[in-house]
Structure formats: structure tokens, C-alpha cells
């Protein structure tokens, strides 16, 4: 059975930085896009980042860019999220998702799903 799991969340002050990982077990995800989304509390689940396959292409959405970096690692079927200078707002639960048709920035659009790691950031 195709798993996501997510791991590296935590609690951390402002300007502080984590860095979040996604391990994936049956199947392979190297031929395959992967990205991140956060949902906060009564809030929509929203796109953060997604990396292409090889590695060689990533887009994030506005309100992290120059702050994280999406990252991959084939050999071990792994992707990750590096946090920097984070802010109180990024507060929410990350997912890790895989495989998406069509537009990658739309949660509906991806196939696999991790189940979640909650980052919290104290002001």
C-alpha cells in the first residue's frame, strides 16, 4: 500500500526554521512531481511548494518564497521542506502530497496524501 509520512514538525519561535521530511513506501515517486500543502485552523488547505521530478523545478506560492525550499531525494524516495524565518502565520498542518493531474497548486488535483505534521510558531 502507497504511503506518505510525514516528520519534522514542531514548535518554534519566530525567525526560527525547521525542516520537514516525506518518506514515501510502496511505490516510487521519482517520475513523479511531489508537494507540500498547510492547512490551518478553519482555514482552506493551501499550496505551499512543488518539485518536479528530476529535481530541477520548483514554484512556491507567494507568501513563503525566498523563505523555504522544496528539495528531493529519489534514491530514498523522500522530499523535503526547509523553513526559514518563519513566521506565527505559517502555523498549520503540513501535508505531503504526490502525483498530481493538471494543476499542481490545487489539493484535488494529487493522488497520494500524507496523513500531516503540525508546525507551530510562537510570537
Known amino acids: 500500500q502507497v504511503q506518505l509520512v510525514e516528520s519534522g514538525g514542531g514548535l518554534v519561535q519566530a525567525g526560527g526554521s525547521l525542516r520537514l521530511s516525506c518518506a514515501a513506501s510502496?511505490?516510487?515517486?521519482?517520475?513523479?512531481?511531489m508537494g507540500w500543502f498547510r492547512q490551518a485552523p478553519g482555514k482552506e488547505r493551501e499550496f505551499v511548494a512543488v518539485?518536479?521530478?528530476?529535481?530541477?523545478?520548483?514554484y512556491y506560492a507567494d507568501s513563503v518564497k525566498g523563505r523555504f525550499t522544496i528539495s528531493r531525494d529519489n534514491a530514498k524516495n523522500t522530499v523535503y521542506l526547509q523553513m526559514n524565518s518563519l513566521k506565527p502565520e505559517d502555523t498549520a498542518v503540513y501535508y505531503c502530497?504526490?502525483?498530481?493531474?493538471?494543476?499542481?497548486?490545487?489539493?484535488?488535483?494529487?493522488?497520494?496524501w500524507g496523513q500531516g505534521t503540525q508546525v507551530t510558531v510562537s510570537s
Open positions: 502530497a504526490a502525483d498530481p493531474d493538471g494543476d499542481y497548486t490545487v489539493s484535488s488535483h494529487y493522488d497520494y
Open positions: 518539485i518536479s521530478w528530476s529535481g530541477g523545478s520548483a
Open positions: 510502496g511505490r516510487t515517486f521519482s517520475n513523479y512531481p
